[in-house]
């Protein structure tokens, strides 16, 4: 909601805007009609302490006249109207972790909430797991919990009504209240004051000030939050958060971080605020202008990340986390946005480190709930900027006959080649030398002493040991203007990434949209990123260097609020009456906010948004009110002085540098700078012919054209789909293939597909070779076809030429189906012995015929046979360029042939069941090649862990990318030089219709350990997936149709350590990175209540770096289901390397609700046996009324029964799974000194949960 932007006819005094960024501070100055536009320092000790004071003094000196004002004397905010403000103290704070010390108040069994996360590692193909530090100190768990009463999956869609409203007096004491989003709650145990008292006080006396509360389900039922936080405002906390008045959205993790990056930061930043107010002889903010200082009072506002602004006195550091970046966007949003035309515009904010870049169409901005920035997930409303890490000072590397550029960054110190302090290629040094910047624009601020120019010399230098290298790897002759040239241009394919990501990823054209460029190093790079996108026209505002701070002088205070509500959409009726009832109690608080404020109601516009969510997902999509005519409908949603230059040409003033390329024209506004770029037959000729030639240049730029498909094919799929497994848990993988199959870019999504899907898409390739056409689709899931397991479904699609004769590539997805039949509910059973009996079976379908979706043959294989049981455009030279993108894994081999002496390798370790995976390796040093042999593996076995060969190939590929530890192209060039051996009909190469459910995500992980022993690059991790399933229903041949459903989850374990780093908690490793579904979620969507999700303390092997610890998962179920566990690691423990001890192994348990035996229950049971001449219609009756009689009366026990590593169970209410995940292996002897790579371990930091002993756990030692 904001306020109209009215001009008042007179200023009473000075208006600034100011960008304060980590490099520069940007300010700007209006007074009366004119402006002034001041860069400084962000940090100069020397001449100043604070940069916005700094800018502020320099302005009103420069507007007031007279003599200058001097540094030090407070400033007279009687003449000043207004300071607008964007700042990275709370983005520096977080990167740098220097904020508060909090402490986290969470609910008993989710002390490790954070720790844990979404239990996925950042990246993939690292083996020294480095999870972000979590922001608090300290952790508190309160003995309060409720729950959700229906679930969302319950085939009867059973509501249920509470008369008791959350906040009313009838909900005190209630078990069962409505809540606010008007779901059903069932409350299990409120917290006690006392207790809460007595836990906070401890937290206090610790010296700790500011904390952050959120318990399970907050977000709708308040009320255990709200006591905390009175009891801890009475104790005397100075900053409290409380989740559900900062984001009552649900997901306890992302609103969990939320509210602790809040307490963490706004303590940081009204420090900063205080300490900037001081520098004034008057008030700042509202508070100040309308209570204290009444004239003398300035307006003091500061940016929010969603692009509004906010009174000095709300600003807190949940909104602050891009208060910067979001200026930008508001800047180019209000200056080149074209209300007539209304083509949308994609903003280009390229800095020293990284660039930015956003998009604005149809009039308003693009926000987005849920972000993650420096390794922390917010959930606050946020302006959708997508950064990637290529700016000027972004280094230049050559690396396995690839150009790379970034993402390390030179930065500001020793900063690039020509800064003159010894620094490495970068971005801004190939600019330099090819005269894309001006030494005479930029000032002598460079060199030992501070007061020299620029340096071309020393860019030569470093860009002449780049040619020089790449001659002596490749044998190819690249003068310095070349490599400055493809570096140059591969830093452009770089950016235009994250631009796709935000257009065509969305179902936008980019080609149809502006390019507004702003930041120091835009308008060098912005002709060359048009043309690659195809966009036509460039604004480069006459501000642009400061957009920043410009775009906040132009931006409107705004206050948000938000409600959670879970009614069905129906665009009629009494749930739009309530939901509007709802939005006019919002709009009255910001209504009240505003006027706060000093905003008259006639200056107070509001926009009106739903967040909607397909029925069975959880993604919201954030739908605005279209118009005031159209009621409720949220179902669909030049100058006297200008002149031209013509390209080639450099556009420069004191700010910036715009480059101009051949035929592109440039119109030279009062306010702008607009660019046109043609396109002519000539230009895609000489295109054509460059795509033709393959060099390490053009290598580079399909790595990242290829992989942006794949990274967009996974965004779509994410988007699109409604199942749990795809868009939570994210259990799928997307990549590109040649006309024969070969693998040529695959997204960083789950490993055990990287070398099955292409065996699956080179069988279709053979299977349907000139039968198929444009818009047809294949579906595969069966083992022998390339397949993993039958719940991993493989859509394949091929794309053809313009004339449609030709397959030029092929795209393939392949995503986990949660149930696709079989004999257990989740298709994951544990026993079974025959591939029938794991699901539905497709060895080759056509799904889509042209475009024409086959829908009743999908159920036809899906649902009913197995219940008879028991995107890129290529050019003609496409091919070529695929053929030669391709990996270097040749230098690995022979640097390990090396290290072990010319010795071959060999490996064995051991399914639980006794199984061998044995390993043999033989190195050819000269050629650089290697075989690896499984000899002496077990034969296939009766029972599900059969492997396909697939699956072999897939670890192989990990392992070597895991050990190259550089960003190489994953492709199939990566086995070229390797030679696989695997025995027939062995556990590895089992018979066509072998049980295979558990290969994919248990052997597999026993094939990559048996890998990485061999080469000894670690210690084993858990070597698990740790495979849960539960539901019920079917379809069974000869009984009823039940409606039900499956749930399947995979839990992490530990990672192994390794010569320089310790293992990692609470992770998935290796060949899986699928998340956890979220504990709300979890719970609104399944009948269970999650009791605990926690780091399993001592389960890590120890050694001079010990390994990571496993988790625990204790789900009790609420109402009969079949639950099957599918796992390993629970006979042999996972292995310590070079001295490091093993770690432990995990356990399953069963807690089985039993009723408890006594004598009365005995006597009652004599008695009914006596009354034998009753008849047996009265015996029946007497049955039933003694069952219920003691059913009332029965006193219930636990019984731990351990479910060994396989093994299914109809679980009644009440029952319990507690699944005890195994740890990682340690690195080194005990008490060895630490080689640590990093300079702490980063485990250390992150806060563990409860120790509190578990009569369940005992049973493991």
């Not at 805007?17 to 490099?23: H, N, Q």
């Not at 390993?1128 to 408890?1156: D, F, I, S, T």
């Not at 990682?1224 to 485990?1243: C, M, N, R």
Request: proline share 5%.
């Amino acid at each position: 909601m904001s306020p109209a932007a009215t001009e008042p006819p007179k200023q009473r005094g000075i208006r600034i805007a100011i960008d304060r960024g980590g490099t520069f501070t940007d300010c700007v100055g209006n007074y009366n009609g004119k402006d002034v536009v001041i860069k400084l320092l962000s940090e100069d000790p020397a001449n100043y302490q604070d940069a916005p004071l700094e800018g502020i003094r320099r302005i009103m000196s420069h507007f007031l006249g007279g003599d200058e004002i001097p540094r030090g004397q407070p400033l007279d905010t009687s003449r000043i109207d207004s300071i607008r403000m964007g700042t990275t103290v709370a983005t520096n704070a977080l990167l740098e972790r220097k904020g508060e010390a909090i402490a986290l108040i969470v609910t008993r069994g989710f002390a490790d909430c954070l720790v844990i996360g979404n239990q996925s590692r950042p990246k993939i193909f690292d083996l020294a797991i480095r999870k972000p530090e979590v922001l608090y100190s300290s952790v508190v768990e309160i003995d309060e919990r409720v729950t959700l009463e229906d679930y969302a999956e319950d085939p009867a869609r059973a509501v249920t009504r509470a008369d008791a409203r959350v906040g009313s007096a009838e909900a005190e004491g209630a078990e069962l209240v409505m809540g606010l989003s008007g779901e059903a709650v069932r409350v299990l145990r409120r917290p006690r004051r006392d207790a809460v008292r007595e836990q906070l006080q401890k937290v206090f006396d610790s010296g700790i000030r500011s904390i952050a509360v959120c318990l399970m389900h907050a977000y709708t039922f308040p009320g255990n939050e709200a006591l905390v936080g009175e009891v801890a405002r009475e104790i005397g906390f100075e900053h409290i958060s409380l989740s559900h008045e900062l984001m009552p959205m649900i997901k306890l993790v992302p609103r969990a971080t939320s509210v602790c990056a809040d307490a963490y930061l706004t303590p940081a930043i009204k420090r900063y605020i205080s300490g900037f107010q001081q520098g004034f002889e008057g008030g700042l903010g509202t508070k100040s202008v309308t209570q204290e200082k009444g004239s003398k009072g300035a307006r003091c506002e500061f940016m929010q990340s969603d692009g509004g602004l906010v009174d000095v006195d709300r600003f807190t550091g949940l909104r602050a986390i891009l208060s910067g970046p979001a200026g930008g966007v508001v800047g180019y949003a209000i200056t080149s946005y074209d209300e007539k035309t209304k083509i949308p515009v994609i903003g280009f904010d390229m800095g020293g480190t990284s660039t930015d870049v956003s998009r604005y169409g149809e009039g308003r901005y693009d926000h987005t709930f849920e972000t993650t920035t420096a390794g922390v997930t917010i959930q606050s409303p946020q302006l959708d900027i997508n950064t990637v890490a290529a700016g000027g000072g972004s280094m230049l590397f050559f690396r396995n006959g690839l150009f790379v550029v970034g993402p390390e960054s030179a930065g500001a110190h020793p900063g690039p080649a020509c800064y003159r302090k010894g620094g490495p290629a970068t971005v801004t040094d190939a600019n330099l030398f090819l005269g894309r910047l001006l030494p005479e624009f930029f000032p002598k601020i460079f060199g030992k002493n501070e007061n020299e120019g620029l340096d071309p010399d020393a860019s030569r230098k470093v860009l002449q040991e780049l040619a020089d290298q790449i001659h002596r790897e490749t044998g190819k002759e690249m003068d310095v203007d070349e490599v400055a040239y493809g570096f140059l241009t591969v830093a452009n394919e770089a950016m235009t990434r994250p631009i796709r990501s935000i257009t065509e990823a969305k179902g936008h054209d980019t080609s149809k949209h502006r390019l507004a460029t702003f930041g120091g190093a835009g308008g060098q790079h912005a002709v060359a990123i048009a043309e690659s996108l195809g966009i036509k026209q460039i604004l480069i505002h006459r501000y642009s260097s400061v957009l920043s701070a410009y775009g906040m002088a132009l931006a409107d205070v705004v206050d948000e609020r938000q409600e959670p509500d879970s009614a069905v959409w129906t665009g009629q009726g009494e749930v739009v009456d309530q939901l509007k009832q709802k939005m006019e109690g919002l709009k009255e608080k910001s209504r009240e906010a505003l006027r706060d404020q000093g905003f008259d109601d006639g200056e107070i516009v509001f926009e009106e948004y739903l967040n909607m969510r397909y029925r069975g997902t959880e993604s919201a999509l954030m739908i605005i009110k279209p118009d005031a005519e159209r009621e409720w409908d949220f179902g669909t949603a030049f100058v006297d002085h200008s002149y031209v230059v013509k390209g080639p040409a450099m556009l420069a003033d004191g700010t910036q540098t715009i480059v101009v390329t051949p035929n592109a024209t440039a119109l030279v506004l009062e306010t702008h700078v607009v660019i046109d770029i043609p396109e002519t037959e000539k230009d895609k000729a000489s295109k054509a012919a460059e795509e033709r030639e393959v060099d390490p240049i053009m290598l580079s730029i399909f790595g990242h054209r290829f992989m942006a498909i794949a990274e967009q094919m996974g965004r779509a799929l994410q988007k699109t789909s409604v199942s749990t497994n795809v868009k939570e848990r994210l259990d799928f993988s997307c990549a590109i293939f040649d006309e024969h199959g070969g693998l040529v870019a695959n997204a960083p999504h789950l490993p055990v597909h990287l070398g099955s899907m292409s065996t699956c898409v080179r069988r279709q390739a053979e299977i349907w070779k000139g039968k198929l056409s444009k818009g047809d689709v294949i579906m595969s899931n069966h083992p022998s076809y390339g397949g993993t397991h039958l719940p991993d479904v493989t859509l394949v699609m091929p794309a053809f030429n313009e004339a449609g004769d030709k397959i030029l590539f092929y795209a393939a997805s392949r995503a986990h189906h949660a149930d696709i039949g079989g004999i257990t509910a989740g298709s994951m059973p544990p026993h079974s012995r025959e591939l029938h009996q794991e699901g539905a079976s497709i060895k080759s379908e056509k799904l889509v015929s042209e475009g024409k979706f086959d829908e009743e043959r999908v159920i036809e294989l899906f649902y009913r046979e197995p219940a008879q049981q028991p995107g890129c455009s290529g050019t003609r030279c496409l091919a070529d360029n695929i053929n030669d993108l391709r990996a270097q894994v040749r230098n690995l081999l022979r640097t390990v042939h090396k290290r072990f002496q010319g010795k071959d390798l060999s490996s064995e370790d051991f399914m639980d069941d006794g199984s061998p995976i044995r390993l043999h390796i033989t190195i050819d040093a000269d050629k650089g090649e290697a075989v690896f042999d499984f000899a002496g593996t077990g034969p296939e076995v009766y029972a599900n862990i059969n492997a396909p060969e697939a699956i072999s190939y897939s670890a192989i590929i990990y392992a070597l990318r895991c050990m190259i530890s550089e960003d190489i192209p994953l492709n199939q060039g990566c086995l070229k030089p390797i030679t696989v051996k695997i025995p027939p009909k062995s556990l590895l190469s089992p018979s066509d219709n072998a049980a295979v459910v558990g290969g994919n995500v248990l052997t597999s992980q026993r094939v990559t350990d048996v890998i990485l022993k061999a080469f000894e690059a670690c210690a084993a991790s858990q070597g698990c997936c740790n495979n849960l399933t539960f539901g019920f229903g079917g379809n069974v041949t000869g009984q009823d149709e039940v409606r039900g459903f499956g749930y399947y989850e995979t839990i992490a374990g530990g990672s192994g350590a390794g010569p320089t780093w310790e293992g990692t908690d609470g992770v998935h490793v290796h060949m899986t990175n699928t998340r956890i579904t979220d504990a709300e979620i979890f719970e609104r969507r399944y009948p269970v209540l999650l009791r605990e999700f926690s780091i399993r303390q001592g389960s890590a092997g120890r050694g001079q770096h010990r390994g990571g610890h496993g988790v625990v998962r204790d789900i009790e179920f609420r109402i009969p289901l079949q639950v099957s566990i599918l796992s390993e690691r629970r006979v042999y423990r996972p292995y310590g390397m070079a001295g490091g001890e093993p770690a432990q192994c995990g356990l399953n348990l069963w807690v089985r609700r039993v009723k408890k035996a006594s004598w009365e229950s005995s006597l009652r049971k004599l008695k009914l046996e006596g009354r034998g001449g009753r008849g047996q219609d009265a015996g029946v009756n007497a049955d039933a009324e003694t069952d219920a009689d003691a059913d009332a009366d029965a006193e219930y026990e636990e019984r731990f029964i351990n479910l060994g590593a396989k093994n299914s169970a109809p679980m009644q209410a009440g029952d319990r799974i507690i699944v005890h995940t195994p740890g990682g292996g340690g690195w080194g002897k005990v008490g060895e000194e630490k080689a640590l790579g990093q300079k702490a371990d980063p485990t250390q930091n992150w806060k563990k949960g409860s120790h509190a002993a578990r009569e369940e756990a005992a049973l493991q030692v």
